[in-house]
């Protein structure tokens, strides 16, 4: 039986617009905790704080390990971004467009890192990587964070594909223009939006990741969730805290710009 929205009014409207403000509240109270901690002026991490500062931010800037561990995140994210959005949207050409047996199956199978326990991955990832000696290397975080993040671009571009319109290339073919010219001229045009959302997907998969990079990490090579862990594990100074609160401000700001992004196609419609 359907529930008659109009009889039952202001108070349903009202309680489910109590219960979204408490779950909004319930999601969003850590991540206020953590950066209300960032200011504290106390040099461990007590709630309410005793008084209000800048000096962890100034810590964490001033470290030249803390730059190191961000500079290797965002190199090994960037790299991983590129390659997942380029693999992604070839698989994805492949599992669309293909006409071969077992197809279904390999669509599965390029999904199972998604599913399958993180550090079954990463003692996997971690035994490759020291036979062939790339742990601690650039090009075996690149592997190890490439296995993970692929999946999302994946998926993202399989979705945007299923509901694309192929007559556009058979039309651009007919007017003339190669292959090559329909791919880099429609085709790609028009899943530009889902080109950039697995590519922020694919990098934020990257940037995030911790259990692969634990195994991988060594002293001269670390990034910047891995240098976080071994922090925590040490000591509980307030200046995790403020790289927290770097992190959360640094994702919003891609999470805008992604908002504003595909606002903008949209609005020039």
């Known amino acids: 039986m ?21 779950v909004c509240g319930f999601l969003l109270a850590p991540i206020v905790f953590i950066a209300l901690l960032s200011f504290g002026s106390s040099p461990w991490l007590i709630f309410p704080p005793p008084g209000w500062t800048l000096q962890w931010y100034r810590e964490m800037w001033a470290d030249p390990g803390w730059l190191q561990a961000t500079w290797h995140s965002t190199k090994v994210a960037l790299i991983v971004m590129v390659l997942a959005v380029s693999l992604g949207f070839l698989t994805a050409l492949a599992l669309v467009r293909g006409r071969f047996p077992g197809r279904a199956w390999l669509r599965g199978f390029f999904l199972t890192p998604m599913v399958l326990p993180v550090v079954v991955l990463a003692v996997a990832l971690y035994a490759m990587c020291l036979k062939m000696g790339l742990t601690g290397t650039l090009t075996g975080f690149v592997i190890g964070h490439l296995v993970i993040a692929l999946p999302f671009a994946i998926i993202t571009l399989c979705n945007a594909l299923e509901g694309y319109d192929f007559a556009l290339e058979e039309a651009a073919l007919i007017c003339g223009a190669t292959p090559w010219q329909v791919k880099w001229r429609v085709t790609l045009p028009a899943l530009r939006l889902s080109l950039f959302a697995a590519a922020v997907f694919a990098f934020l998969v990257s940037w995030d990741e911790v259990v692969v990079s634990i195994f991988m990490a060594t002293p001269g090579m670390e990034t910047l969730p891995v240098r976080i862990w071994s922090t925590l594990r040490q000591d509980l100074s307030p200046v995790i805290a403020a790289v927290s609160t770097v992190l959360i401000g640094f994702t919003l700001l891609l999470m805008l710009i992604a908002a504003a992004f595909r606002k903008g196609p949209q609005h020039g419609q």
Not at 2 to 22: N, R, T
């Open 2 to 22: 359907l529930l008659d929205h109009d009889k039952l009014g202001w108070p349903l409207k009202l309680g489910l617009g109590l219960i979204a403000v408490l």
